[in-house]
């Protein structure tokens, strides 16, 4: 069945240093992936998606690339706030598989300090 | 911004007791979901709804859960008889298209 897996958490980085956060994907069709933000006692927000290979997703300075060579949709910013601190989710959906429901990986919290 | 809301934020519940979460989903949208996380785990897909009918299930999502779409608005899901187990974050989200899905801040189930 369809997978995702992320790099473990906590990532604790200083204020405007270079973030990545790893994540690879298993899935049965061609699958649309997703970054979800969870900041601390909120629901989950749609940070960026992509929908086809080669695809880059972008908002509020993260971008991350759907590279369908290596399965992977890393997480990138260039620059991080304090302000960003929070769990992200990497996150596919398959349309090919028969359904549209999202499959998570475990999430990884983000802390940035000043 | 049109945005997902959801109700009660908090439901305490005894064990074996039925509740009822409540979801308002964007206007316009035609797909709608609930998830569950429980508390330091993934989310979790329960069921997705298209059409006025379930489209897809998970095995979390047994006899013991039902959802509705009472009227052009609400996206409930009903839990008949609760266990303690089913205590967790419970997430509505809908979407306009299939791909898409936008969530609600959530309702903390639990169950004692």
């Known amino acids: 069945g369809d997978s995702v897996t992320q790099m473990e958490g906590p990532v604790t980085l200083s204020e405007e240093a270079f973030l990545t956060i790893n994540c690879t994907y298993t899935a049965t069709g061609y699958p649309s992936l997703f970054w979800y933000v969870q900041y601390p006692g909120e629901g989950l927000q749609l940070l960026l998606k992509a929908t086809k290979a080669d695809d880059k997703g972008s908002n509020k300075g993260f971008e991350a690339t759907y590279r369908k060579e290596t399965t992977s949709f890393h997480l990138e910013k260039g620059s991080v706030q304090v302000s960003d601190s929070a769990v992200y989710f990497c996150a596919l959906s398959d349309l090919a598989g028969g359904g549209n429901k999202l499959t998570f990986g475990t999430g990884t919290q983000l802390k940035v300090e000043l | 911004e049109p945005e997902v809301t959801q109700t009660p934020s908090h439901q305490v519940t005894q064990m074996g007791q039925e509740v009822i979460l409540r979801c308002v989903p964007i206007?316009?949208?035609?797909?709608f979901y609930w998830y569950r996380q429980i508390l330091g785990q993934k989310v979790e897909f329960l069921v997705s709804f298209y059409n006025n009918e379930i489209s897809e299930k998970s095995e979390i999502f047994d006899d013991q859960f039902s959802v509705e779409r009472p009227d052009g608005s609400n996206f409930t899901l009903k839990i008949r008889s609760t266990k303690l187990e089913d205590s967790a974050m419970y997430f509505c989200a809908s979407g306009g298209q299939a791909y898409e899905q936008y969530f609600g801040p959530g309702t903390r189930l639990t169950v004692t």
């Open positions: 206007s316009n949208h035609l797909y």
